[in-house]
């Protein structure tokens, strides 16, 4: 049976986006994947508004101090010290709610999107606030546009400077942290490169830091001005010519390529179609956006093998569900709970090679609450999960105290839901239809439900609780986790 032009639009729309939404649903019938594509191309060709929660510690105990260096020998006390990490941790929690925000309610769905693949690409885990806000806006920014101007503007972040430990990389003692991740996850892959091409591209970074306003800066009498030979080219390199000679080499285009396909189309990788996607891809001058429109306007990504085959990672989960029921949050941070429980928080991720996703996402604690979720979003009940304990990733920010006072503040219901305007989507289909095209519109996986089995726990006293038990009924089957 041919895949209607709905379950098409749909499957750009989990991809490429977060899901549909609820008002939205009607003209997915009628565009074709091109219109759809050129409408997410259009809705993301501005440049994005900046997420602007934190403020740089440098207007607070910091000011006028110029570099770490420096604030590292003044006199700071256990407790101002104490202080600022805790600002710092709740500004991370804002960052963190106003980001999954934009995912939510944002028009420019391709970009945050795809900020979020880059976002576990470079993975990067520090716990200055003001840092993490930086890079991501370099992220943002630079999310369809070159993947030379991404890698650059990421590779002298302070955030990922001070992640891989690049402050510490002088010429007398080389640091080799941040030569090995940039060569390893960011561009070339494991087993093209060797051992000796780090070690040359760490003296070649060497000077590379920040200050604590989180500037980039470059200490010459820190740099290593000696010959380096990487990749079998030798000369007086600086880190901007080391990052260049990655570029030159195709085989980042092709690990870069690889990781997206995997992320946007399968895990299951198509040798032949990244091989293909890859060399265009190094022949645009990494064109994001040219890859990625090479990908979702190509016949091969609707294919039947593509469409429901992928496990949605918490941030999709969560933001899909809220995409298309319209919620008023009555505690943003129960969110957080979430992430958390679920094991995807933003900004805090198990290490520099970011979230293994797939079924890594899934374990008998987390399937149960996925099931959940639905369910809780939309009761009015109080929250009651707790989330593993696990401080080394999560670096004090959920301590007893502070799921007490989340828990507390949803009492009430985590959020009310318009289920008004989520009627409306169904007004023309009949009751008898009501079932089957609500799985139509929510589901993507080949297997569908047993309608007979699910309508015995729906609620029939209405046509209103009908549409609302359905809905939360079929979004709380494990075929909901799939997209």
Known sequence: MPLSNRIKNQHLLWRSAFGPMAENVAELDTLSQKQLWGLLVKTSSSSP?????????????????????????????????????????????????????????????LREKVALFWHGHFACRVVNSFFQQELLDVVRANALGSFKDLLRGVSKSAAMLQFLNNQQNKKQHPNENFAREVMELFTLGRGNYTENDIKEAA??????????????????NQHDTGTKTVLGKTGNFDGDDIID????????????T???????????????????????????????????????????????????TKIKSPIELLAGIRRFLPMQMNNDQAQLLFQRTLGQ???????????????????????????????????????????????????GQMIEAKIKKIKEATKGGIGVVDWGLVNKVYASTSRENLLAKISETLLQTKNKLNITVLGKHINNESRENYIKSAIVNTMSTPEYQLC
């Open 49 to 109: 508004v900046k997420i602007d929660v934190v403020q740089n510690l440098v207007d607070g105990f910091f000011k006028g101090v110029k570099d770490v260096v420096e604030m590292q020998k003044k006199e700071i006390d256990a407790a101002k010290r104490k202080k600022i990490r805790e600002q710092s941790r709740e500004d991370l929690k804002n960052l963190n709610i106003r980001w999954l925000d934009e995912m939510i309610n944002s028009e420019a769905q």
């Open 203 to 220: 003296r070649a970074f060497t000077g590379w830091g920040y200050n604590v306003g989180g500037d980039f800066v470059f200490r010459k």
């Open 245 to 256: 000679i990655l570029l030159e080499q195709k085989k980042t285009a092709l690990f870069i």
């Open 258 to 308: 690889k990781k997206i396909y995997k992320f946007f189309v399968n895990e299951n990788i198509d040798a032949e179609k990244v091989d293909w996607l890859g060399n265009r891809f190094f022949q645009s001058g990494y064109n994001i956006k040219n890859l990625l429109e090479d990908i979702f306007i190509s016949d091969w990504f609707y294919a039947e093998k593509n469409i429901g």
């Open 345 to 395: 928080v933003l900004f805090y991720p198990p290490n520099v090679a970011g979230w293994p996703g797939d079924k890594n996402w899934i374990d008998s604690t987390t399937l149960m609450l996925r099931l959940r979720i639905p369910q809780i979003l939309t009761a009015n009940e109080v929250l009651n999960i707790r989330p593993k304990d696990d401080d080394d990733v999560m670096m």
